[in-house]
């Protein structure tokens, strides 16, 4: 079997059997709107507010858009013992799972340009720094998808996969720098937001929508990658040690 054959094969059934449902797409669709929508009037600070609030809303897209729908994937197929039959496949563990990872990452990619469209046609987005954006956007959408992954093979069951993902991201929104600066933080807080992958890419869209960033950006997208990689390997590492007998 062909390695981009067997990749292409388990993407398009994820994205038929998962990513394509119309509950989904329409959940992709209204999830970005609505948190935008409450952002917006919550603010209360009229249109040159949205480009200070784009940051928060794209990242949250795009965390819960990645990490609700592969944790919950992941480990209902694990349940449902269609993964064991993919582990039977002759390809190598890492293709396997970066075929069942895509799917997860381009519908997060997607997610974060909802918000951005709808802003576009109340404010000026110009002065908006695409180079450092769209590379962000996606590896934050590679980041978030590892921690679904790394959360799905870390249980057995659905709901506690929901609920190991909740303890991971809402401290992750508050921490990272989003709402508060982390400069605001109480010092036993501080060492938290720095362990946290989303904290390098908060620091990233703030400075492509605001240019008020406050670590240098070779610093940040290093660390990105670097967490992607860590989460992909401890990921594996589980589904050797627990999955594979």
Not at 63 to 85: N, P, W
Request: glycine share 6%.
């Amino acid at each position: 079997m062909k390695s981009n054959t067997a990749f292409w094969s388990i993407l398009l059934k994820d994205t038929r059997s998962y990513y394509l449902k119309p509950p989904n797409i329409s959940w992709g669709i209204i999830f970005p709107l609505a948190w935008t929508g409450m952002f917006f009037m919550r603010s209360g600070q009229g249109l040159d507010s949205i480009p200070g609030l784009l940051p928060g809303v794209v990242a949250i897209s795009v965390l819960f858009g990645t990490t609700s729908l592969l944790s919950v994937t992941i480990t209902f197929e694990k349940k449902g013992r269609s993964f064991e039959r993919l582990l039977l496949a002759p390809i190598s563990l890492e293709l396997l799972m970066l075929a069942k990872t895509t799917g997860a990452i381009i519908f997060g990619i997607v997610n974060a340009f909802v918000p951005v469209i709808m802003a576009a046609f109340f404010t000026d987005l110009s002065g908006v720094n695409w180079i450092t954006l769209i590379p962000a956007i996606v590896l934050i959408a590679i980041s978030s998808t590892f921690l679904g992954l790394f959360v799905a093979v870390s249980v057995s069951e659905v709901f506690e996969a929901q609920t190991f993902s909740n303890f991971i991201r809402f401290p992750m929104l508050f921490l990272c720098g989003l709402f508060f600066p982390i400069e605001q933080l109480p010092v036993f807080l501080k060492p938290l937001s720095y362990i946290m992958p989303l904290t390098y890419g908060a620091d990233i869209l703030h400075f492509s929508f605001q240019r008020a960033g406050h670590m240098p950006l070779a610093f940040n997208f290093f660390m990105l990658i670097a967490f992607c990689t860590i989460l992909f390997q401890m990921s594996l590492r589980n589904i050797r040690r627990n999955w594979i007998l």
